[in-house]
């Protein structure tokens, strides 16, 4: 059984649908990330970095005591090597091109488009600068991955993790009213990713409406727990 600590993001939704893509036995462990829970001591245990979403599977590969997993990209190869190599092509070059394109992601498309995200919807308004830099480096990354998709149905020739991990992003754009109509091939993927019904269960479970929306109100202490005192605070000691 794999304990899936969980927030219904864009990075929990990588998680959820490769469990379900995958089959592996997992349940869910629901956080409220504006309640803090995820500044809490124990969590540690489980990610070091505090943040969401992290993984302890309790039949871990090799044996052993339950091991943790944090960072969505490596939970997502752990899953995959548990799986017998699942969503991580055979072949050595779509291999390497899935490494590729998941570590683009982990390390470009995704921390660009939240930083996007949080100057756009969470930043006191007014800040014309952090909103064009990312505004700008969202609509490049986009382009890089229109231009991808034009050469390949999925980014590594063959569904894989990389996808996985970027879909749950692309949908995100719309929480930023960014549209993917300028992005043609994007659209055909990301309708032929959604279509899958391993996606769609994965996303089943939604964030609550005002996290979704293009201006989420925070209380002060919600502020602080996600970008503020308390935030800092968890890391200390
Ligand atoms: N690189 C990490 C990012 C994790 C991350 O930032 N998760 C967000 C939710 S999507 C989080 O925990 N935010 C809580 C906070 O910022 O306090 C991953 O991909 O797992």
């Known amino acids: 059984m794999i304990d899936v600590h969980f927030v219904p993001t864009p ?3 990588k998680v959820s649908i490769m469990l379900e893509e995958t ?23 489980v990610n070091p970095n ?41 072949d050595p070059r779509r291999r390497s091109l899935t490494q590729q394109w998941l570590m683009w992601q982990m390390a470009g498309f995704g921390p660009m488009h939240g930083q996007a995200h949080h100057f756009i919807r969470y930043a006191p308004e ?19 991955l229109d231009r991808r998709l034009g050469e390949a149905e999925y980014l590594a020739e063959e569904y894989s993790v990389a996808d996985m991990a970027t879909w749950p992003w692309v949908r995100a754009t719309r929480a930023i009213a960014l ?25 089943e479970v939604k964030n609550a409406p005002n996290l979704s929306s293009l201006r989420p109100k925070l209380t002060a202490e919600q502020w602080s727990n996600l970008f503020g005192e308390n935030m800092l605070k968890s890391s200390e000691g």
């Not at 089959?23 to 245990?45: N, T, V």
């Not at 993984?55 to 899953?79: C, K, Q, T």
């Not at 300028?182 to 899958?196: K, S």
């Open 179 to 203: 549209s993917l109509d300028p992005y043609p091939n994007i659209v055909r993927w990301f309708a032929a990713v959604g279509e899958r019904p391993a996606v769609a269960r994965g996303t």
């Open 126 to 144: 007014g800040q014309d600068y952090g909103v064009a830099r990312y505004s700008n480096e969202a609509k490049r990354l986009l382009a890089v």
């Open 23 to 45: 089959g592996l036995p997992h349940r869910l462990i629901p956080y409220d990330m504006l309640g803090g829970d995820h500044l809490k001591p124990e969590f540690r245990k």
């Open 50 to 90: 505090h943040r969401l979403p992290a993984i302890l599977d309790h039949d871990p590969i090799g044996g052993g005591a339950p091991f943790a997993v944090f960072e969505s990209g490596a939970i997502l190869l752990y899953l995959s090597e548990k799986a017998g190599g699942a969503f991580m092509p055979a």
């Open 11 to 13: 990075n929990g939704h």
